[in-house]
């Protein structure tokens, strides 16, 4: 499995190998070994794993957690093809307002890893595409936060052809400066106290497992 920091500080990307044969193919998008490598430490205890089936032209995000408690996220596309956007919206961060962006498919199966407090979206960009997600704590939806994928501050590269269909919720989102107004935005300081409080949870159940 390949491995790259993204251009948002503590986010990463991991290419695997792919084996196909006469039967279809067979895949691993998230490997432990190669995970503890690049970030330093294993994935957050999984508390609840996502699917999302997108019409092409779905935009999704960009969707963050409230924090605390905040989220962790490994995504990667099960199936069609999606422009992914990770977009860090962390107060203090040295990478705060930047982004990066990679197209996430069913050929190459890579899949990303969001820090707490690392703001998610994506652009569907076939009919039928599904994301598969590992997220480190459960739903809820007083939690869940937005800012908008127009912001011209952001300037995301999203595609224009093809129709764009959102949410109301994210049609209507704030833009960056206003949900720092707002108060909704995640302090870096912050975040990094829970990623690692979220590697000790990781590090002790790995420990009870192996006792």
Sequence with gaps: MRTHELGVRGAYAFTPTVFPDERGLFVAP?????FTHAVGGPLFPVAQTGHSRSRRGVI???????????????????RGSALDL??????????????????LDEVTFEAVHLPVGVGHAFQ???DDTVMEYLLSGGYA???EKAVSVFDPALALPLREDMPRILSPRD???????????????????????????????ALAGAGERHG
């Design 141 to 143: 939806a007083d939690d």
């Design 171 to 201: 049609r209507s989102a704030p833009t960056l400066a206003a949900a720092e107004r707002a108060g909704l935005l995640p302090e870096y300081e912050t975040c990094l106290r829970l990623d690692s409080r979220l590697r000790e949870a």
């Design 86 to 103: 990770v977009v860090d919206l962390r107060l203090g961060s040295p990478t705060y307002g930047s982004w990066d962006c990679l197209v």
């Design 30 to 34: 998230y490997q432990g070994p190669a």
């Design 60 to 78: 999704r995000g960009v969707h963050f957690t409230r924090t605390p408690p905040g989220m962790a996220t490994y995504v990667h596309c099960a």
């Design 124 to 126: 569907a960009l076939e």
